[in-house]
């Protein structure tokens, strides 16, 4: 296959870091969220488990176990995110370099 000009390499060069700037950079917040997501998960998990029930339960220990339960919930569909937009950004860094 024939070399491209080099016109046509910058222009390539251009539009793959435009799309890389317009579409990865503004889902990079989703690691974040992600590790904050998996964090408050692993640490409530670890207070429900490890700590002393008392038999009365309170408001606040009802809330803080709905949003435990939330989180775990959420880790599927954050890590599919989190693993689609790598996957996309290593895709782009290939077509840039090759």
């Known amino acids: 296959m024939n070399k491209g000009s080099k016109r046509w390499n910058m222009l390539r060069h251009s539009v793959l870091e435009r799309t890389r700037r317009e579409v990865i950079e503004p889902f990079e917040r989703l690691y ?43 880790l599927p569909f954050l ?10 950004d290593r895709k782009l860094e290939r077509l840039q370099r090759g």
């Open 32 to 74: 974040l969220t992600f590790l904050g997501t998996s964090v408050f998960y692993l640490i409530g998990l670890c207070q429900l488990s490890l700590a002393q029930q008392p038999a009365e339960y309170s408001v606040l220990a009802a809330i803080s176990i709905i949003a435990i339960a939330t989180a775990g919930s959420a």
């Open 79 to 88: 890590t599919g995110a989190v693993l689609t937009l790598r996957a996309a």
